[in-house]
Nanobody, 128 residues
Framework: EAQLVESGGGLVQPGGSLRLSCVAS????????MSWVRQAPGKGPEWVSA????????YYAESVKGRFIISRDNTKNTLYLQMTSLKSEDTAVYFC?????????????????????WGQGTLVTVSS
């Protein structure tokens, strides 16, 4: 059974930085796309970023492009999200998710369609 454990969330001031980590176990990590999904209070889950199995392909939501960087270390079964220039609207619970597939096609799927395992989430609060 896939297990995903996130860490690195916390309280940060606007303009600050945080690095999230997700340690995976229970499956062959480098066989699958990994991603970050966030959910703000009162809102549905939304994509943040995704990375394919060999890091050759990445996806970023428009709202985070140029500020966030996703990466993975397949030797450590770990996914990362480096977040910089944080804004109040980035406040959310951030979930590490495992996809059903190793890559994506022309149409980027929804989190509900793509992800078959989710971590417990880590809270990121951006506030002064």
């Amino acid at each position: 059974e896939a297990q995903l454990v996130e860490s690195g969330g916390g309280l940060v001031q606007p303009g600050g930085s945080l690095r999230l980590s997700c340690v995976a176990s229970g499956f062959t990590f480098d066989d699958f796309v990994m991603s970050w999904v966030r959910q703000a209070p009162g809102k549905g889950p939304e994509w943040v970023s995704a990375i394919n199995w060999n890091s050759a392909g990445t996806y970023y939501a428009e709202s985070v492009k140029g500020r966030f960087i996703i990466s993975r270390d397949n030797t450590k079964n770990t996914l990362y999200l480096q977040m910089t220039s944080l804004k109040s609207e980035d406040t959310a619970v951030y979930f590490c998710t495992k996809w059903k597939w190793s890559g994506w096609g022309d149409v980027f799927p929804s989190p509900r369609d793509a992800c078959d395992a989710w971590g417990q989430g880590t809270l990121v609060t951006v506030s002064s």
